[in-house]
Nanobody
Framework: QVQLVESGGGLVQAGGSLRLSCTAS????????MGWHRQAPGKQRELVAT???????NYSNSVKGRFTVSRDNAKNTVYLQMGSLKTEDTAVYYC?????????????????WGQGTQVPVSS
C-alpha cells in the first residue's frame, strides 16, 4: 500500500519560518500532483499549494509570496517552505498526492493523504 508521512511541524513564532516535508512510500510507479492543505480549528480544510510533476505550482492567495512548494521526484517528497508566518497560519497541515501504484498485478491511480502535522504560530 502507499503511505504519505509528513514531518517538520511544530511551534513557531509569528514572523518565523518552517519547512514541512512529506514523503510517499510503497509500490509507486509515478506521482502526478502533490500538494498541501490545512485545517484550522473550527474551519474547513483548505488548499495551500500544489505542484505538478513538471513543477508547475499553484498557491492560495493567503500564502502567495510567503510559502514555497517544491518537490524531489527522486525521493517522492514534497516540501512546503513557510515564511513570514502569521497566527492565522495556525492549522494542521496535510499533504496529499495523486499516485499511480500497484498493490498487486494491475496499476491503479489514487489520491492519498498524510496524517497531518500541527503548526501552531504564536504571537
Amino acid at each position: 500500500q502507499v503511505q504519505l508521512v509528513e514531518s517538520g511541524g511544530g511551534l513557531v513564532q509569528a514572523g518565523g519560518s518552517l519547512r514541512l516535508s512529506c514523503t510517499a512510500s510503497g509500490r509507486i510507479f509515478s506521482i502526478n500532483v502533490m500538494g498541501w492543505h490545512r485545517q484550522a480549528p473550527g474551519k474547513q480544510r483548505e488548499l495551500v499549494a500544489t505542484i505538478t510533476s513538471d513543477n508547475s505550482t499553484n498557491y492560495s492567495n493567503s500564502v502567495k509570496g510567503r510559502f514555497t512548494v517544491s518537490r524531489d521526484n527522486a525521493k517522492n517528497t514534497v516540501y512546503l517552505q513557510m515564511g513570514s508566518l502569521k497566527t492565522e497560519d495556525t492549522a494542521v497541515y496535510y499533504c496529499n498526492a495523486q499516485i499511480r501504484y500497484s498493490p498487486g498485478i494491475f496499476p491503479y491511480t489514487g489520491e492519498f493523504w498524510g496524517q497531518g502535522t500541527q503548526v501552531p504560530v504564536s504571537s
